[in-house]
């Protein structure tokens, strides 16, 4: 498979200064496999590259909270996605830290690419506009994981591909991203 990867690192971004790392989506089963669960399925990924059974759990009011050895925590949100701040917002104040890594799905990238942001807007994603909007700034790091078919012959509305199911083919190529990610900006160590 060849995969089209766009390595934007911002120089802010710093594996090693990272606290916690938040996946974005939608709770719920009809949810769990949609294109919009991105970040959470990136999350899922990468925790299961370790041994879980060295991690802790432990839940927060908007949040399902998992620590790592670390104490670099993975935090899978219960709020649906357009109500994300709140989970920051309680992780933030919690943790005493603003570098953390928000991971969610981005409409405006092909299937297979990926970026690195840093303060950038939110470009109408609605759960980075609510993060953007509970922290009151946008200069936090995010991983853009493109979501959009390079193949479609129209180009669809983000509100047209979030919420479709991603069929077993197009997971193994989020998979394969996924998995490329982890090994080219060593986030492992995130994991030990």
Known sequence: MYLYILQT???KFKVGDIRFVMGLGNPGP????TYHNAG???LQYLLQQSNLSSFRRRSGLYSRIILSPSGVSFIFPTTYMNQSGRAVSEIVAEEQTEHFLLVHDDSDLPLGEYQFAFGKRSAGHRGV???I???HTSNFSRLRIGIRDKEARVRKKAEEIVLQLISSHKLLELEAVFQTIIQEHELFSLLS
Do not use: I
Not at 30 to 33: L, R, V
């Open 129 to 131: 506009t609510s993060v």
């Open 30 to 33: 009809e949810y769990q496999h």
């Open 40 to 42: 959470l399925l990136f």
């Open 133 to 135: 909007s509970a922290f």
């Open 9 to 11: 690192m911002d120089k």
